[in-house]
């Protein structure tokens, strides 16, 4: 079982940064660890990816070059950077784990976190 809290979230300017974290708990570090996102009245989408170990990682097009995902596993946390934000970047962000590194797919994900609002305003 794992249990996955996010914070971080909040309200920023167009252009401006935001540190997402999400602190998890259980047999966590043996899990490969997701970030998604659901904008207003859309479906979940897949933003980013990271193995077990940290060694891998992988994020969808829009914002390659402005997140970045990373672990530490001797903390037991997962934590996305996010840079040059921008208003379509809105949306409440949720972590996620599976165990196996490699898939943008939601339903592919066993653990989920309650999700942290992130607000850019233009």
């Known amino acids: 079982q794992v249990r996955l809290v996010e914070s971080g979230g909040g309200l920023v300017q167009s252009g401006g940064s935001l540190r997402l974290s999400c602190a998890a708990s259980g047999r966590s570090s043996t899990y490969a660890m997701g970030w998604f996102r659901q904008p207003p009245g859309q479906e979940r989408e897949f933003v980013a990816t990271?193995?077990?170990?940290?060694?891998?990682?992988y994020s969808t097009d829009s914002v390659q070059g402005r997140f970045t995902i990373s672990r530490n596993n001797a903390k037991n946390t997962v934590t996305l950077q996010m840079n040059s934000l921008k208003p379509e970047d809105t949306a409440v962000y949720y972590c996620?784990?599976?165990?196996?590194?490699?898939?943008?797919?939601?339903?592919?994900?066993?653990?989920w976190g309650q999700g942290t609002q992130v607000t850019v305003s233009s």
């Open positions: 996620a784990a599976r165990p196996l590194f490699g898939s943008r797919r939601a339903e592919e994900y066993d653990y």
């Open positions: 990271i193995s077990a170990r940290g060694d891998t990682t």
